[in-house]
């Protein structure tokens, strides 16, 4: 009699693929980065931590992109990774632009910036979801991308803040200068998704 292997195939790997691991590492930043700047601004902490937060914010970035470039070059793509991906990258950047409003760096009128990207992240956030359940795919565009790009560099020049502005004068004016203009390419991107999807959900209810 023929010996059949009956072993059942291994699950969950998918959410150990190196794509996945990448994410992983970008969420595991988040406290690294949120720690460095609270403790250099509020507990009165040497400079040098920014340069660690910047450092452990840069580490994070880059993930951001080779998790993308190694799902698609080596056929690694997850639901898992699609669904975690987008939510790590809001959660890196909502978490530091919330602890930059409360060190002060973003400050005033810059406010109204952080504010407008974290309602477009909000905005697209719902909206994808709703569609999801319609079986609808709102695909990221390359304004979005580079969007996403600046808004990085921007935050960049932020968390380096004084310690930076003793390298490179006006680091933090540049930081904010990049901050408003990926705020108003944040709100042509919000309104380009959902007039993308407010078809779908007219029809949705038309029915």
Known sequence: MNNVSTRAPVRGTKSLTLPNILTYARIAAIPVVVGCIYAQSILGGPLALRWVALAVFIAAAITDFLDGYY????DQHSA??????PIADKLLVASCLLMLAADGIIHGWTLWAAIVILCREILVSGLREYLAALRVSVPVTKLAKWKTTVQLVAIGFLLAGDAGDEVLPYTTQIGLALLWISALVTMYTGYDYFR?????LIE????
């Open 196 to 200: 993308a999807g407010i078809h779908h």
């Open 80 to 85: 898992f990774g699609r669904m975690l991906d």
């Open 71 to 74: 799902a698609r070059i080596w």
């Open 204 to 207: 949705e209810d038309s029915r």
